[in-house]
Structure formats: C-alpha cells, structure tokens
C-alpha cells in the first residue's frame, strides 16, 4: 500500500524557475525522505527530514515538513534541465519496522 | 564505494519460465531491499533482508517469488513459472544499519513476459 501521495503528478516549468512538489501521509512517522529518479534508473537520495525537524537545506533544495498536517514540500529554486526526473516522498511510518512507503510521485519536466 | 549493481540489466522472459536476478549491494551496509516498481507507479516493497536472515516479506507477494541473500553479501530474486504481470522494474537498495538510513538503489532489473 502507498501512503505518500504527491502533488501535482506532473509539473513542467522553464529553466530557472522555482519547482514545488508536495507530499501527504497518513500516519506519524519517524522522517520523511525525497528522492529523484532519471527515466530508467534507480532512485537517488536527495534529503532526509526527521519529525522534530520543520526545514531542512542541501543546496538548491529545500524541504519542509508539516506534522501537524502530514505534509512535506520540496522545493528546488533555479531549476536546471538536468533536473528533468520523477521525484517521490517515502515515509518511515512509527511502526513501520524500517519499511519505507512511497507515493507515486511527481514527473518534472524543465524545459531549455 | 562503488554502489549497489544488478544484474541483468533488461530480461525478456516466456511466460512460464524462471528468472532469477541478483544485487551486490554496498559492502558495508547491512540491509537490503528487494522493490518492485511499475510505469507511473512508486517502488512497491517485496522483502527484506538483515544481513543473511530475511525479516520481512510483503504479504502480497505471491509464493512463486523467494528470495535469499547467503552469507550476507549479494542477493538473489527468483521468480518462477512468471505471469505477464510480472512485468516490471525490480530494483534492489541497500542501507546501513544503525538508525534509520537512506536507502542506496541500484538501477533495477527490467523484466519483461512475453
């Protein structure tokens, strides 16, 4: 089963632009996770959010994380073409036993 | 580090017939997960592994898929007798113990019944 949905399920912006993904979840978790996947390959980590965290920085991302309404946002500023990818949220639910639930993630397109 | 790799990278399969897969994940992380993933869709947990002891297998995994890891180190997936919705991305991540850490992905297998 996925907990995390993410919104919108497509988003194209021009280069430079500001993109915002957001994710929602169900249950109370011990972090919240985004990764990135390019067309055909495995996800990368970009950025772990603990529950006692509200914002969290790595350099042109930023994440925030809202408990109270389970809900996280991505934002990545000045978007490059190479951040043309599918971005997903994975909870770590509190009684998860280290099993990690995903949504069915954001497509970004970034046009040149 | 040389990340997680698996092998093969494309399979085109029969229906009916086996295929197993395999994952050398990074060598100093002790856990390892199987996922399976489809178009549009996120990762969709199968099983996973502690080591060489198999602590977790999704309830909604049918008993032709089994999976092993011996003696700790690379992994394999077998599934038998597949279905044309078997079709899928199989993808294998590894994490270190202590904590709960990021998940390390290889590129997947691509499975694809004929």
């Known amino acids: 089963s996925q907990q995390g949905e993410e919104d919108p399920q497509a988003l194209s912006i021009q280069e430079g632009e500001n993109a915002t993904m957001n994710c929602s979840y169900k249950?109370?978790?011990?972090?919240l996770q985004w990764y990135r996947q390019n067309s055909g390959r495995g996800l990368v980590h970009l950025i772990l959010?603990?529950?006692n965290e509200r914002e969290k920085h790595s350099g042109r991302l930023r994440v925030t994380l809202d408990t109270s309404k389970k809900s996280s946002s991505l934002l990545i500023t000045a978007s490059r073409a190479a951040d043309t990818a599918s971005y997903f949220c994975a909870t770590d639910a509190v009684d998860s036993n280290y099993q990690l639930i995903w949504g069915a993630g954001t497509k970004l397109i970034i046009k040149p | 580090d040389t990340g997680v790799s698996q092998d093969p990278r494309h399979k085109i399969t029969k229906r009916g017939q086996n295929v197993t897969f395999r994952c050398d994940p990074i060598s100093e992380h002790n856990r390892l997960y199987w996922y399976r993933q489809t178009l549009g869709q996120g990762p969709e947990f199968l099983t996973y592994f502690q080591n060489e002891a198999q602590l977790e297998k999704s309830r909604l995994l049918s008993d032709r898929f089994s999976a092993e890891r011996p003696k700790g180190s690379f992994s394999t997936l077998e599934i038998q007798r597949t279905e044309q919705g078997d079709s899928a991305m199989y993808l294998c991540a590894s994490s270190m113990t202590g904590g709960r850490s990021p998940l390390h992905f290889g590129n997947g297998t691509r499975l694809t019944v004929t």
């Open positions: 959010i603990r529950s």
């Open positions: 249950t109370s978790i011990n972090n």
